[in-house]
């Protein structure tokens, strides 16, 4: 099933190139971090970098891919002892969202936009840093899923030089199992794209 994912999300990305409108440089900063069945680890900050563009449909809604190497992660805060025990796990992916999106009409210039759709990505790195007392170490790991896939709602404004905007994206595949359940992905993000052209 997600092979079939992965090969509709490129074709895809491939035809709508094709009918690009716009396009432009994105940056993220996130505060991602792990869900197992409702219990959340605490939030590690990461951040993104990546390439967007957009393609009109009908009237103000349009397609808007991205494609963004994203590092995001969790921290887990635990007792060995009376000892803290913290482990930062750190995942950096290879996103493709695809939108879609609405646009309306704001006061001095500006345009409000809405927007959601699915999300896939494909890990290109993993590793962990495990603190003890003042000893650290760190890890590289393999155990976690190749590709994550996630649905994302946001909203943000924009002019004709820059766009802001605030997202959640909510993991739909368990990335690593765990006895008793598996861990999920999720993340707030602020993104600030700069637009080439119009």
Do not use: C, W
Request: hydrophobic content about 40%.
């Amino acid at each position: 099933m997600l092979r079939i994912i992965r090969l509709v999300f490129m074709a895809l990305v491939v035809y709508s190139a094709g009918y690009s409108s716009s396009f432009g440089l994105i940056s993220y900063v996130n505060a991602a971090h792990f869900n197992n069945n409702g219990h959340f680890s605490q939030p590690n900050l990461g951040s993104g970098v990546g390439v967007y563009y957009s393609i009109p449909l009908k009237g103000d809604l349009s397609l808007v891919n991205e494609i963004i190497i994203n590092n995001i992660g969790a921290v887990y805060i635990s007792y060995l002892y009376d000892i803290p025990y913290k482990t930062v796990y750190r995942l950096k992916y290879l996103e493709v969202p695809i939108l879609l999106q609405y646009t309306m009409e704001l006061p001095l210039s500006f345009q409000g936009y809405l927007f959601g759709g699915p999300m896939l990505g494909f890990n290109l790195k993993q590793s962990a840093t495990t603190k003890i007392g003042s000893l650290l170490q760190r890890h590289e790991l393999n155990n976690f899923d190749p590709a994550n896939f996630a649905i994302t709602l946001g909203a943000g404004i924009r002019t004709s030089h820059f766009k802001v905007d605030v997202r959640y994206t909510y993991g739909l595949l368990t990335i690593i199992s765990v006895p008793g359940g598996g861990y999920k992905t999720s993340s707030f993000s602020v993104s600030v794209g700069l637009p080439f052209s119009k």
